[in-house]
């Protein structure tokens, strides 16, 4: 939901960028995941899962509906990609396939945070790759990330990198950083819960935080590197400690990433029908529930398990 306000305060002019650090999501998620695709698949691995099985069923999870994401926002590529002279249907077939165009200023430019799931599906695959690592290496991988990342928020003065063309190398430090981070979770801590009283600091202190507003002293991102080094763990450790709302959280976890796949072009869609942005804020919600009640639809139709957030 931060994500998509901080997006509605840029394309909706006037409306207020209550969260000017939304873009730190991104570097939750990946810790997030991390920790998720440890605990899901690493001792399935270890039982003889293909590495190759692990990264197909990671790519058709986030490919559906980011490509649902793409095919809303064609009627308006031509202004996402701010009128630069490109062939269009070449960016929009890259992108479809959640790889990166070379030639807008945007990585994807037909469903910006599609640049996230690519990073997604690159730690996704040097996981299955690499998961035999010991848990030293992947601490000094980690630290080593850290470094790099560290470098990449001080020459850019911030960490809303690895969108934009030129970027690569900073996606790159933001993903296998936060990833590592949450790989390494997974392994040292596991699933011990903490006192279910630290499970509402955990509730308030990211969005309190990526409400914090720009500085203007050049420590912007010290701030961003702070909630990646001590803010996102603790944020994590704490989600694990709630207890009494399962129903709340599995469905907030069934939200989240079609509202996040989606959002996007809805905005544009909304803003198009001349509706003010918190109204299209509460129709991207209202558009990715009903995703999700279709995507559940057609599991059981299929005969399939429901699938959680992962």
């Known amino acids: 939901m931060a994500v998509v306000v901080m997006h509605a305060s840029v394309l909706f002019p006037g409306f207020p960028d209550l969260f000017p650090r939304g873009y ?3 570097d939750f998620f990946f810790m997030l995941s991390g920790y ?6 690493e001792a399935r691995l270890a039982n003889g899962m293909p590495a190759r099985r692990f990264f197909i069923a990671r790519y058709k ?3 559906p509906t980011m490509a649902l994401g793409g095919v809303l926002f064609i009627p308006f590529l031509a202004e996402g990609t701010r009128g630069e002279d490109l062939v269009l249907w070449k960016v929009a077939l890259v ?4 790889l990166p165009n070379p030639w807008a200023g945007n990585y994807f430019a037909l469903n910006v945070p599609g640049w996230s799931i690519f990073f997604e599906l690159v730690a996704n695959a040097a996981h299955a790759l690499l998961w035999k690592a010991r848990t030293w290496l992947l601490g000094l991988l980690a630290g080593v990330s850290m470094v790099g990342l560290a470098k990449a928020a001080h020459a850019f003065g911030h960490l809303d990198l690895g969108s934009r063309n030129g970027e690569l190398w900073a996606g790159l430090a933001r993903v296998a950083t936060a990833y590592t981070m949450g790989v390494l979770t997974w392994r040292l801590w596991g699933e011990r819960r903490l006192d279910p009283l630290t499970a509402l600091p955990a509730l308030v202190a990211m969005p309190l935080w990526f409400a ?6 050049g420590t912007n991102w010290l701030w961003d590197i702070a909630f990646v080094a001590f803010v996102a763990l603790p944020v994590l450790l704490g989600g694990l400690a709630m207890t009494g709302a399962q129903a709340i959280s599995r469905w907030a976890g069934e939200l989240s990433f079609p509202i996040y796949a989606i959002h996007y072009p809805l905005l544009y869609w909304f803003r198009a029908a001349g509706l003010p942005a918190p109204a299209a804020i509460a129709g991207c919600v209202v558009a990715a529930w009903l995703l999700v009640l279709v995507q559940q639809n057609w599991r059981t139709a299929l005969g399939r398990p429901a699938k959680g957030a992962t």
């Open 24 to 26: 730190l999501a991104v």
């Open 36 to 41: 998720v695709m440890a605990r899901t698949y």
């Open 61 to 63: 999870r986030l490919w």
């Open 95 to 98: 992108n479809l396939v959640l």
């Open 212 to 217: 914090v507003a720009d500085k203007i002293d």
